[in-house]
Every structure is written in C-alpha cells, then in structure tokens.
Nanobody, 127 residues
Framework: QLQLVESGGGLVQPGGSLRLSCAAS????????IGWFRQAPGKEREGVSC????????YYADSVKGRFTISRDNAKSTVYLQMNSLKPEDTAVYYC????????????????????WGKGTLVTVSS
C-alpha cells in the first residue's frame, strides 16, 4: 500500500528554520515525482516545491525561492523540505504528494494533479 507520511512541523519564530520530511512506503521513490504543497486557513492550496526524480531537477514557487530547498534520499525513501528564514505567511499545513514520473511532471504539479497525498504537518511561524 502506497503511503506518504509527513513530519517535522511545529512552532517556530519568524526567521527560524524547520526541516520537513516525507517518508514514502509501498513504492519505489526513484520512479516518482514528489511535491510539497501547503494550505493556510481560508486560502487555496499552493504548490511550494517539487523535485522531478533522481535527476534532481527542482521547482520552487516565487514565494519560497531562495529560502526553501527540496531534496530527496532515495535510499531512505524520504524527501525533505528545508525551510529557512521563515515568515508568518509561511504558516500552513504542508502536504507531500507523489505521482509517477513523466515529462509533464511540472505541469502536473502546478495543476495539483498528484496521485497520492499525505495527511499533512502543521507549520506555525509566530513570535
């Protein structure tokens, strides 16, 4: 059974850092595109970052570019989202999601067209 489990969320002060983890099971991570999304209260879901597959090609939303870094460790079946210089507007539930790799991986991600989703982890940025 394919499963994604996020962890690493919590309360952090503005300017602080967190590292989110997305542990995958039930499938071979190498063959999948993995994305991070977030949804703040009263707002639409936003695609934050995506990594295509083992070639390491990445995408970042303008709102997080230069502050967030996505990476993957296929041996550990885990994808990470390192979040630095956090701002109150980064407060949201963060979800990881996956889809079998295709050359339309970025298009699929930007449309939110992912096949499998985790249950999310809450990130709160507040003083």
């Amino acid at each position: 059974q394919l499963q994604l489990v996020e962890s690493g969320g919590g309360l952090v002060q503005p300017g602080g850092s967190l590292r989110l983890s997305c542990a995958a099971s039930g499938f071979t991570l190498d063959d999948y595109t993995i994305g991070w999304f977030r949804q703040a209260p009263g707002k639409e879901r936003e695609g934050v970052s995506c990594i295509s597959r083992s070639d390491g090609i990445t995408y970042y939303a303008d709102s997080v570019k230069g502050r967030f870094t996505i990476s993957r460790d296929n041996a550990k079946s885990t994808v990470y989202l390192q979040m630095n210089s956090l701002k109150p507007e980064d407060t949201a539930v963060y979800y990881c999601a996956s889809r079998p790799y295709s050359n339309r991986w970025l298009y699929n991600f930007l449309r939110g067209g992912m096949n499998y989703w985790g249950k999310g982890t809450l990130v709160t940025v507040s003083s």
